[in-house]
């Protein structure tokens, strides 16, 4: 019975991990599961060496305080690997841990697969030297990606995007409006702060105030507010004094019935990120907003390469979706773009003719993205065997 060690840090990686694992062991039944992982994960049958929470970080500055408490669970990570000795080590996403981890476990001989290539063609292209002494595959969301790693040695293989097997577009909106009493066209804004602490802890407060213009101008406005459980409590603090009425939705089913209810009377105001893609595939138009703090922005505009924060942008190679990232990130300007696509059927039409050209990139030759994925790991396990 081969062992599968599966590494996930944050609440899409968990996701990710989940699908991957469900994948694996329709292929083989024999094969057993260990890691770090959520709620996802664990309703796989994953059980997690600490809670995968005390991994949902980012930015630099945002780290620093945790960096002891980040230590010791890579210490113990390396040691629980060390132990299991497991046929393979499957690390998701998370490149400030997963990838401290990959180089940790090397000596070890035992083969790493890195799920969710690191965005050196974005940002940071030195740190493909380190990714190619750490890892030996990498699975690659985007189709322009395996070039860019094989052209360094490192094997990479385009297993095509989750999102287009994450349900995002199958819900159901009469489901959501009579669940919570909407009327058939009550206007519907799905609001997504991100999946870190800190994340929601920035972004929320800004998204409050647009909305507190937006609300005079976009009358019985309902605001749905998908989260994981991670930042579930965090963002139900930070929304009670919201304008109108805001529905915190923790269950997935739920979320794809609040996009189909935006879908059809509505519209999204999104972190950057998958999300974005997410967004597309269930039709919502939207915004894209972030900010980190000014300081983590500074060194990260000295090093990013790419003219859009988006997916969707990046993969039409246009500006599909309106982006307001840091000093753009205002209410004033937040209020003014959701106020075009609530009241206005054109901007809405144009960004979904957008979405239907972009994703067509993102599907794998054959199957599902999981599915593809789960062929590259099992055939490093028997290249390894």
Known sequence: MSLVYLVAGEASGDVLGARLLAALRA?????????????????????????????????????????????????????????????????????????RLAQRIRPLGIPVVHYVAPQIWAWRPGRIAKIKAAVDHILCLLPFEPVIFEAAGIPASFVGHPVLESGVDAGDAARFRAAHGLAAEAPVLVVMPGSRRME????????????RLLAPRVPNLTVALPVSAVVAEAV?????????????????????????????????????????????????????????????????????????????????DRRVVPEYLQEAATPQALAEGLAGLLLDAAPAAAQRAGFAEMLLKLRPQEGLPSAAAAAVVLNRIEDHA
């Open 200 to 211: 929601v802890k920035r972004l929320l407060p800004i998204f409050g105030q647009a909305l």
């Open 27 to 99: 292929r083989d039944p024999s094969l057993a599961f260990a890691g770090v992982g959520g709620d996802r994960l664990a309703e796989q049958g994953l059980p997690s060496l600490f809670p995968m929470r005390e991994l949902a970080l980012m930015g630099l500055i945002e780290v620093l305080p945790n960096i002891r408490r980040l230590a010791r669970r890579l210490d113990e990570t390396v040691a629980d690997i060390a132990a299991r000795r497991p046929a393979v080590v499957v690390t998701i996403d998370s490149p400030g841990f997963t990838l």
């Open 236 to 316: 139900q603090a930070g929304v009670r004094d919201w304008p109108g009425r805001t529905l915190l939705v923790t269950d997935l089913a739920g979320k794809h019935d609040a996009f189909a209810a935006a879908r059809e009377h509505g519209a999204g105001l999104i972190k950057s990120g998958t999300s974005s893609l997410e967004m597309a595939v269930a039709g919502v138009p939207h915004l894209v907003a972030y900010k980190v703090n000014p300081i983590t922005a500074a060194i990260v505009r000295r090093l990013v390469r790419v003219p859009f924060a988006s997916l969707v942008n990046l993969l039409a």
